[in-house]
C-alpha cells in the first residue's frame, strides 16, 4: 500500500449511525432548497448510508445514489436503495438527471472542479445543483487543535486538514465557471452538539491523521480532545463542534 492509500478515510456504518447520525437528521435546511418534485430523477452524491436518499425515493423521487466507500454502499444495498460504488470525482453520467443533490460529502473531494464538471455533465438542461457541506471556517479549531498535536510529535501536519472548505466567493465562482448559475449560495454557521464527545468525532473523522501515531493513537486523541475542552467542551462536559455549512443551489444553464 503506498503512503497517500494508507492514509484515505474509511468509513464503518455502524461508527457513523452511532457517532454521527446529527449529519442526516441536521439536513432539513439544504432538503428545504432541493425541494424534490415527485417522479424527478435525483442524483444524490456522496450518498453515505442512505438515510436521505431514503427519505427522497420515499417522497416519490427515482434515487441514485453514489458513495465511494464499500461499507456506505452495502448498507444502502440492505435497505433496497439504488445505490453505486463511485469516486465523485469520477462521475459517469450523461444529461440524466433533473437534480443532483449532495449533503455533508463535498468536504471529502478535494478536487472540486472534477467534482463539478460531473455534476455538469450528469444533470439535464435547467437541471439543478443543490448542495451542503463544510465551508470555510469548518471545524477550525478542531483542526489547529490537530495541528498542534503534530507540531509537538513531529508527525505531518498535512492530515490535519485534508479537507476542502471554501467561501462562498471561491465555490461560487468555480461554478460559474463550469457553466451554472448560481442561485443562492450561504455560509451557515452550525455549532452541533456531539453527543456521543469529541474523542469519538476525532476517531471517526480523522482516522488517518491519528494513524500516524501507531501505537500513540488513543493517546494523541486525548491529547488532542484535551486542547479543544476549553474552545468547545461546556462546564457539564457536554461537546459541541464548530460546523460552518456552505449552502449552495445553482442551475446548468
Ligand atoms: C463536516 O461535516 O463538516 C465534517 C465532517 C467530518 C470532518 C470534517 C468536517
Given at each position: 500500500m503506498t503512503k497517500e492509500a494508507s492514509r484515505r478515510q474509511t468509513w464503518s456504518a455502524s461508527s457513523y449511525d452511532e457517532h454521527a447520525r446529527f449529519v442526516s437528521d441536521l439536513a432539513g435546511g439544504v432538503l428545504d432548497w432541493l425541494a424534490p418534485r415527485p417522479g424527478e430523477r435525483i442524483l444524490d452524491l456522496g450518498c453515505g448510508d442512505g438515510v436521505?436518499?431514503?427519505?427522497?425515493?420515499?417522497?416519490?423521487?427515482q434515487v441514485v445514489g453514489v458513495d465511494a466507500s464499500e461499507s456506505f454502499v452495502r448498507t444502502c444495498l440492505d435497505r433496497g436503495l439504488d445505490v453505486r460504488l463511485m469516486d465523485g470525482e469520477?462521475?459517469?453520467?450523461?444529461?440524466?438527471?433533473?437534480?443532483?443533490?449532495?449533503?455533508?460529502?463535498?468536504?471529502?473531494?478535494?478536487?472540486?472542479?472534477r467534482v463539478i464538471a460531473g455534476v455538469k455533465r450528469a444533470?439535464?438542461?435547467?437541471?439543478?445543483?443543490?448542495?451542503?457541506?463544510?465551508?470555510h471556517g469548518n471545524v477550525a479549531a478542531i483542526v489547529t487543535?490537530?495541528?498542534?498535536?503534530?507540531?509537538?510529535?513531529?508527525?505531518?501536519?498535512?492530515?490535519?486538514?485534508?479537507?476542502?472548505f471554501p467561501t462562498p466567493e471561491i465555490y461560487g465562482?468555480?461554478?460559474?465557471?463550469?457553466?451554472?448559475?448560481?442561485?443562492?449560495i450561504a455560509l451557515i454557521p452550525r455549532p452541533t452538539p456531539l453527543k456521543t464527545g469529541m474523542a469519538s468525532w476525532l476517531r471517526l473523522?480523522?482516522?488517518?491523521?491519528?494513524?500516524?501515531?501507531?501505537?500513540?493513537?488513543?493517546?494523541?486523541?486525548?491529547?488532542?480532545?484535551?486542547?479543544?475542552?476549553?474552545?468547545?467542551?461546556?462546564?457539564?462536559?457536554?461537546?459541541?463542534?464548530?460546523?460552518?455549512?456552505?449552502?449552495?443551489?445553482?442551475v446548468k444553464s
Open positions: 436521505l436518499t431514503a427519505q427522497l425515493a420515499q417522497g416519490g423521487a469520477a462521475l459517469t453520467f450523461d444529461g440524466e438527471f433533473d437534480a443532483v443533490f449532495s449533503n455533508a460529502a463535498l468536504h471529502w473531494m478535494t478536487r472540486p472542479e444533470l439535464k438542461p435547467k437541471g439543478r445543483f443543490v448542495a451542503e457541506f463544510g465551508g487543535a490537530l495541528t498542534a498535536t503534530a507540531r509537538r510529535h513531529g508527525v505531518d501536519s498535512a492530515p490535519a486538514h485534508p479537507w476542502f465562482s468555480m461554478l460559474g465557471q463550469a457553466g451554472f448559475d448560481v442561485k443562492r473523522f480523522n482516522t488517518p491523521f491519528f494513524e500516524q501515531f501507531g501505537d500513540g493513537f488513543d493517546a494523541a486523541v486525548k491529547e488532542t480532545e484535551e486542547l479543544l475542552r476549553f474552545a468547545l467542551c461546556d462546564a457539564h462536559g457536554n461537546w459541541t463542534a464548530d460546523y460552518v455549512r456552505l449552502r449552495v443551489e445553482a
